[in-house]
C-alpha cells in the first residue's frame, strides 16, 4: 500500500509544532503560490481560530489542526459549498477509522452524540468573478480527554477517543480525510454540487428541524427546511417567509 493514496490532496505537505494559526500560514503559503492540495499541519495552535472570531482549543498533540489549500476554478459565492463538501468527507473518514457515526450540523459542525468533535473553517482569496484560493481549516478532537478541553468548551465538545474509548491514529484520519476530500472535489468538479448536496442531507442534523437561527442581525425562529445549490440555508418562518441565511448559530428550538 502507498503511502499516501491521493494525487493532489497533501502531496505537498507544510508541518509545524507550534503555530499562531495554520490558517495564517496556509494564506501566507497560498499568497506565494503554493498549489491546490498543499496541507498545513500543526501539534498545536497558540491561536487557533473558530468561526465568528471565537477561538478554537487546540489542545498539543491531541487534535488535528489542519489548513488545506484548494484552487478550484469557482465563482467566489460557491466558496460555502466547499465548507459542506470538507463536512461530508471529514464524516466518512471518522466513520471509516473509528466506526463511529457522526452528524453533521449545519454548517460546519460534525457531532458526534449531540457533542461537537470537529470544526471547519473556509477563507477565501478572491477578487469579484474568481477564486485564487480556498484555506479551509479542520479543527478535529482526536484523542482529548475532558480535562485537556478549555472549561469554556468542555459541555460542548467532544473528541473520538471519549466517544469510541480508544485513542485514535492521527495519520491514519489524515490519510483518510486527503482521500475522501480529493474524492469529493472531484465528484463536484465533474458533477457540480448536486450529488454532494444529497450526500450533506443524508448526514444533517438539522434539515427538517425546528431551529433558531442568531444572525448577526436577527434572531430567527422556524422550520429548516433545506440547503440551496449555493449551500446557504433556508429557513421558513412562522409567517410562511422563507429566509436565506449565510452565516448564523443553529440550535434546535423547543
Ligand atoms: C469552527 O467550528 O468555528 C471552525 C473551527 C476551525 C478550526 C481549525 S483548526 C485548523 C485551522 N486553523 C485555525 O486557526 N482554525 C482552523
Redo the contacts with the bound molecule.
Keep these: 500500500q502507498p503511502l499516501l493514496e491521493t494525487a493532489v490532496i497533501g502531496r505537498n505537505i507544510n508541518y509545524h509544532e507550534t503555530v499562531t494559526?495554520?490558517?495564517i500560514i496556509a494564506h501566507q503559503l497560498a499568497q506565494d503560490g503554493a498549489p491546490g492540495g498543499t496541507a498545513v499541519l500543526a501539534e498545536t495552535?497558540t491561536?487557533?481560530?473558530?468561526?465568528?472570531a471565537?477561538n478554537?482549543d487546540?489542545a498539543a498533540g491531541k487534535g488535528i489542526?489542519?489548513?488545506i489549500i484548494l484552487r478550484p476554478a469557482i465563482m467566489p459565492q460557491r466558496a460555502p459549498q466547499f465548507t459542506l463538501v470538507t463536512a461530508v468527507a471529514v464524516v466518512q473518514a471518522i466513520e471509516e477509522v473509528t466506526g463511529l457515526r457522526p452528524e453533521i450540523k449545519w454548517p460546519?459542525?460534525v457531532l458526534l452524540n449531540g457533542r461537537k468533535c470537529t470544526?471547519?473553517?473556509t477563507e477565501l482569496q478572491a477578487d469579484m468573478d474568481s477564486v485564487q484560493a480556498l484555506i479551509i481549516?479542520?479543527?478535529l478532537n482526536a484523542n482529548q480527554t475532558q480535562d485537556d478541553f478549555d472549561p469554556a468548551v468542555r459541555e460542548v465538545a467532544t473528541s473520538l477517543r471519549m466517544e469510541g474509548d480508544k485513542p485514535v491514529e492521527r495519520a491514519v484520519l489524515v490519510r483518510s480525510i486527503f482521500r475522501h476530500l480529493e474524492k469529493y472535489t472531484d465528484l463536484y468538479i465533474e458533477n457540480g454540487f448536486a450529488p454532494l448536496k444529497v450526500l450533506w442531507e443524508s448526514y444533517s442534523v438539522t434539515i427538517g428541524k425546528r431551529i433558531r437561527a442568531r444572525t448577526a442581525r436577527e434572531v430567527l425562529e422556524g422550520l429548516a427546511i433545506g440547503i440551496t445549490d449555493d449551500g446557504v440555508l433556508e429557513l421558513k418562518t412562522d409567517d410562511g417567509k422563507i429566509h436565506t441565511i449565510y452565516s448564523a448559530d443553529i440550535e434546535l428550538a423547543t
Design positions: 494559526s495554520t490558517q495552535q491561536a487557533g481560530r473558530g468561526r465568528l471565537r478554537w487546540s489542526w489542519m489548513s460546519n459542525d470544526g471547519i473553517l481549516g479542520i479543527g
